[in-house]
């Protein structure tokens, strides 16, 4: 019986040697997350023939901010969104890492049209998501918004603080 025993401690310490691994593995990959609450507000709008288009945003204006997005959040309000602000137009890439729910990706110039939207992105897929031309702006909206809203490639967007 002492093999029997004998296996199953190494069976039980290697299992806690994996485990803690893991823990420690996990602690530095994930990044600390910003309360979204912290973030700054504003509202964009967006003018799309005759009609004005609003949604309440949090700001994300740092790398940080940037870098966590709406990952993690499960569930997002037709009117709201997140708008990723940059201080120069530049070719952006965006992938949906850890984003629980599709997003609609509207890429902004820097005088307000609507260059390109990406609809109903895979939660989870870290495919890269090109802005195809430099932009300023990226509005992240709920999967399938922009359809459903008539927002479309050319329209205007304004940003209020």
Known sequence: MQPESRRS???AHATLLAAAT???VLAHAAPALEELGNFPR???EIASGDRVH???VWVADTPERQAQGLMFVRDLAPDAGMLFVHDAPREVSMWMKNT???LDML???RNGRVVRIAHETTPHSLESITSGAPVTQVLELR????ARRGIA????ARTKS
Do not use: K
């Open 9 to 11: 401690r190494l069976a």
């Open 22 to 24: 893991l823990v420690a």
């Open 42 to 44: 504003a509202t964009v």
């Open 54 to 56: 609003r949604f309440d």
């Open 100 to 102: 629980y729910i599709p």
């Open 107 to 109: 890429f902004i110039d």
């Open 143 to 146: 999967g399938g918004e922009a």
């Open 153 to 156: 490639v050319g329209d205007r």
